[in-house]
């Protein structure tokens, strides 16, 4: 098979898988996870039963992927912010930035948004992908705090490793945050705790 | 009735009750949720099943209980600590180095650790106690960093909610911490953060 062919087949799949994560999604926040079927997302994404079973074979299959799909997107968005950054410090404040209006929209918008069963059964996989991605994020968050230790923008008396672990959960509290000016004020706190060594008296 | 009868008969209330529920606590930590049975408890609290029965009408009452007991002590051990210190500022990072001990020994110690299922049981009823109790903690936290603030221990530039938020946030990273050093660490950077107005550049 020529080389072209093969990359319109490869294109096309991503299309279909695309439209059926993307189908799922709207139909799991619009109805629940528990009373969507797999013929409702072959309808939704515009192709038949049987081609939708060469794909996924159920529904929670589906919600995985598309899962993972989203925190695949999160990581590349952190990365892009990242790079698009050249000084150490600045670079630290932008990904936290980013990684805490994430952690908002997740809370706010995300389709886990009253729908305790999706969040309940996502939470079950949680030793799976979350947790690889999980590593994935804290090992970029550590490597960036001993950048900026080493260009003296972050205090280095204590080890980068713990410090990206209080990054990240303090940045978690945007969650319950109501508006972007406070999350912009958290990410200030949370930045200011690595920088002095001093702390109160 | 005269009142000395009374509260012994109240006191020998609190002390069965207590034995069940330590008995219980035990016999869960050991075979897991899902085995421990009534007469098990009445057995190992030293009490009839038909007086267990009195008490209480199925294991996972018990589990509530114990739970409730669990952070009715973690409250007031955190107001004893506030209440043994003068200064604002130092009674900020008591209050909050205990809390930290708290969350860490929960995840290590704790009989939530390493049974999944006794973790789900309880994480179904946040919405529960353990949300009053949450909320009775953040405005515990909120008020030692509005009294701070006044004496300048804190800045006063965010608000004393958000700060609570932050740091109830960001000392949960105690769970995942190695050893009590770790932990004051993490206090020091959480309270860093409370101080400085500057963060990163």
Same mark, same amino acid.
């Given at each position: 098979m020529p080389k072209?062919?093969?990359?319109?087949?490869? =294109?096309? !799949?991503?299309? @279909?898988?695309?439209a059926v994560l993307d189908t799922t999604a709207a139909l799991v926040a619009e109805q629940g996870l528990l009373s969507v079927t797999m013929s409702q997302i072959a309808e939704g994404a515009g192709i038949g039963r049987a081609t939708l079973y060469k794909y996924f074979p159920d529904v929670e299959t589906i919600v995985l992927a598309w899962h993972e799909r989203q925190i695949t997107n999160h990581l590349e968005h952190l990365? =892009?912010? !990242?790079?698009? @950054?050249?000084d150490a410090g600045q670079r630290v404040r932008a990904?936290?930035?980013a990684y805490a209006h994430i952690s908002r929209g997740i809370a706010e918008h995300g389709i886990r948004h009253h729908n305790p069963e999706l969040a309940a059964f996502l939470h079950r996989d949680?030793?799976?992908?979350?947790?690889?991605?999980r590593r994935e994020l804290s090992g970029m968050i550590r490597d960036?705090?001993?950048?900026? =230790?080493?260009?003296?923008?972050v205090r280095d008396d204590i080890g980068a490793d713990e410090l990206a672990n209080y990054c990240l959960h303090a940045l978690s509290a945007a969650g319950a945050l109501p508006s972007a000016a406070a999350v912009s004020r958290l990410v200030d706190v949370t930045l200011a705790g690595l920088r002095s060594?001093?702390?109160l008296r």
């Open positions: 072209l062919w093969t990359e319109t087949i490869e =294109a096309h !799949r991503r299309e @279909v898988r695309d990365a =892009a912010v !990242r790079d698009g @950054v050249n990904v936290l930035e949680e030793h799976g992908q979350v947790t690889g991605a960036l705090l001993a950048e900026a =230790a080493a260009t003296g923008d060594s001093g702390g």
